[in-house]
């Protein structure tokens, strides 16, 4: 577990409505500060700006999808080490099973709970080394 | 017999034929033809016998001893009358061909009789006349002698017989009659005898053979026409063999040429030899271009390399090949997706006689496989979506998070999160009964404890039996038994049973769940004390969009799927399912799983 309390999340999400509930998820519920990019061409730099605790990717994403930001993040220096859970409405088992053998720390199935979703992700966030 | 035969390259095997010919014949029949050869003469014998003795009775009856010549007459009449006698015993014996030889006997003797008669009169007469008389005599016996050797030539031995009967005595008459010309005489008349003896014997072999021969060949064409007989049977057995092959044949060419699937005949080196007619519409090549050229014109360039692995596995195994899937190019150039069955027809001998390649387009069926596949993930993802924004809204307003609500607008963000929860129930329902009817929904066994499954159901279904003011309580623990299931799917079937049981529960009453052992199987009961199911539902309450019709249970909300599901999934993971009245009121929902080993 890191000695630190999660508190700093970075979310690539396109779709409008849910971006505003993560937020007021993650702020409201879960008081920590998030970062939301829309758009998944720019996630990489606004993650190396923003620098996360954990990165949460949508999986279907017009532009890019979630997967493949995945592997393009894990080939550059500055946001390779960074823990991603996805969200996702695929909930296949075998998906989720092959983003947890990709190297994801986590996964979360859409619908989530905004009740819920920070104790999930300080759950996953427990887990890490 | 064979001392006129020359040698030469073709005479041995002659030879070895004609003994085998002769071989076919019955050594019983061969002397019943013989005697009855003998027999047959007999007469002329017995006439010529009367004659000559008569001629010969005139002759001498002007000697001296006039008695003597009566009695040697009356003695060679007497012969006769013997031979005539044995001659009709013989025609009217019913026996002749089995008593063969005991006939030959006879005829012997009677023979001898004769021959001693004549040979008697020689001794008596010869030394008694004159000169004239003597060579009267001698040319008599001479004449007598010779003229057996056609009468008994069928029986060498009975002319021998016969002939020494004659021979001796005149032999000794003249040997001792003191003259030096008769004794030169009797001197001849044994060389005499043994070169008629001889001719006799080569006669005698003549005749055997001859009759062996007519009876060999008797009995060849007898062979011979039993053998066409059978020929002949086997001709029409043929013929209609024949006839049913070629009807056969062509039924077969009739439903390949019929048949709605492509069928190809391809020989063991893989070129076309024939093809029939949905063959040519799949492709859209004439089956005179397709005959004679390679059946790799109808795979894609890139798949030849799998063609040729599978053509060889099929040659070397001579094993039908089925449910192969390989991208065909049409003669347009647009490739379609063939699912093939290919069949080796192997001769007795093992080699392949030729390969019948059945081919059906399966590129639409693989075509909706993957729409259908692309539509249950886009609905999976479209309707997920907004729901996830609904809900989401919905329970952020009712935690309180954004600040206080009315009690009025409190009451309606709760029903409208209820019945979001709701549709993404159903949702999730109408998903999971698609994936597991298609086939397409994968089960990831692993060992579980039964007991630690059972808890983090109740764990996780504690606040929705809350809602319901509802108690979930287990008993019987089982520790450590353990069961190949998968988890998450395992505890979809709890969710489901413990929610059942909260939502028919009157209010603050409690639900049991009880783990026991069941033989080979682990068994949990969810117990209730809710209304119990009514008859007319439960032969039906497995069944997809099962629900009870009483007003009360479609209140309770729930898509009707939930236990349909429940089942299949059971089932998937070898377990059954099923329910019970609890003695009281309520229902036991059961389901029983395989102890882990």
């Known amino acids: 577990m890191p000695a630190r309390p999660l508190t700093r999340i970075c979310y690539v999400e396109d779709d409008e409505d849910i971006q505003r509930i993560v937020r007021m998820s993650l702020e409201r519920v879960g008081k920590m500060t998030v970062e939301i990019v829309g758009d998944p061409t720019m996630a990489i730099e606004a993650m190396t700006a923003f620098r996360p605790d954990m990165v949460m990717l949508d999986w279907m994403m017009p532009a890019m999808d979630g997967p493949t930001l995945f592997r393009q993040m894990q080939l550059r220096p500055e946001t390779k080490a960074l823990p991603v859970v996805f969200i996702t409405a695929k909930a296949s088992q075998r998906d989720l099973d092959e983003l947890i053998a990709m190297g994801a720390a986590g996964a979360i199935s859409k619908p989530f709970s905004p009740r819920d979703l920070p104790d999930q992700l300080r759950a996953i966030w427990a887990k890490l080394p | ?147 057996g050797i056609p009468l008994y030539a069928a029986s060498w031995p009975i002319f021998a017989a016969y002939a020494a009967g004659i021979a001796i005595p005149f032999t000794y008459v003249l040997a001792t009659f003191g003259n030096r010309l008769f004794a030169e005489i009797a001197l001849l008349v044994p060389l005499f005898y043994g070169i008629s003896v001889a001719i006799a014997y080569r006669l005698n072999r003549v005749f055997h053979s001859g009759y062996r021969l007519r009876h060999a060949y008797g009995k060849l064409t007898e062979d011979y026409s039993v053998l066409n007989q059978r020929l002949e049977h ?84 001579r094993e039908p090949l089925a ?74 307003l009712n935690s309180g998070v954004v600040g206080e609500l009315a009690p009025d607008v409190s009451e309606l963000t709760l029903v409208a999160e209820r019945n979001g929860q709701r549709l993404l129930d159903i949702i999730n329902d109408i998903l999971d009964i698609e994936k597991i009817e298609s086939g397409r929904l994968t089960m990831t066994p692993e060992v579980l404890t039964i007991d630690d499954v059972v808890r ?79 008859d007319n539902f439960r032969s039906r309450i497995f069944s997809r969009f099962a629900q009870a019709d009483s007003t009360p249970s479609r209140q309770k909300g729930g898509t009707g799927l939930g236990l349909a599901i429940c089942k299949r999934l059971i089932e998937m993971m070898q377990g059954r399912i099923g329910f019970e009245d609890r003695a009281g009121a309520g229902t036991t929902f059961w389901f029983e799983l395989p102890k882990h080993a």
């Open chain 2, 323 to 396: 449910g192969i899937k390989i991208r065909n190019p049409r003669r347009d150039g647009i490739a379609l997706v063939c699912e093939w069955a290919v069949t080796p027809l192997v001769n007795p001998e093992g080699s392949i006689v030729c390969v019948i390649a059945q081919g059906k387009d399966v590129t639409r069926q693989i075509e909706a496989e993957r729409m259908q596949k692309d539509f249950t993930s886009t609905l999976s993802h479209e309707l997920r979506t907004p729901l996830t924004s609904i809900i989401g809204s919905l329970q952020l």
């Open chain 2, 1 to 147: 017999m064979n001392h006129s035969t020359t040698a030469s390259g073709t005479e041995p095997a002659l030879r070895s034929a004609a003994a085998a010919v002769a071989d076919r014949s019955d050594p019983h029949l061969v002397l019943a033809n013989r005697v009855e050869q003998l027999y047959s003469q007999l007469p002329l014998g017995i006439a010529a016998t009367v004659v000559i003795g008569l001629i010969a009775a005139l002759e001498l009856r002007e000697g001296r001893i006039i008695e003597l010549v009566y009695f040697w007459g009356s003695l060679l009449l007497m012969v006769s009358a013997l031979h005539a006698a044995l001659y009709f015993a013989y025609w009217r014996s019913a026996r002749k061909v089995e008593e063969g030889e005991q006939w030959l006997r006879w005829l012997g003797i009677g023979a001898l009789a004769a021959g001693v008669t004549w040979g008697f009169g020689a001794s008596v007469f010869f030394p008694s006349h004159a000169d004239e008389r003597q060579v009267f005599l001698a040319f008599l016996l001479s004449g007598v002698m010779s003229g």
């Open chain 2, 234 to 317: 086997q001709l029409v057995e043929l013929e209609e063999a024949r006839r049913q092959v070629e009807a056969s044949g062509r039924k077969l060419a009739l439903f390949a040429e019929r048949a709605p699937i492509a069928v190809l005949e391809i020989d063991a080196q893989g070129i076309v030899t024939a093809v029939n007619h949905a063959a040519e519409l799949l492709f859209g090549y004439a089956a005179a271009e397709l005959i004679g050229g390679h059946v790799k014109r109808l795979v894609l360039p890139e798949f030849h390399a799998d063609f040729d692995n599978n053509w060889k596995q099929l040659t070397e195994t």
């Open chain 2, 456 to 534: 983090e159901a109740i764990v996780l279904n504690q606040a929705f039996g809350e809602r319901f003011k509802v108690r979930f309580q287990a008993s019987g623990e089982l520790p450590g038994r353990q069961v190949s299931a998968d988890r998450k799917r395992l505890l979809q079937v709890m969710t489901n049973l413990l929610s059942n049981a909260a939502k028919f529960s009157p209010e603050w009453g409690t639900v049991d769940i009880t783990l026991e052992e069941r033989g080979a199987n682990v068994r949990v009961g969810v117990h209730d004390r809710g209304p119990g199911i009514p």
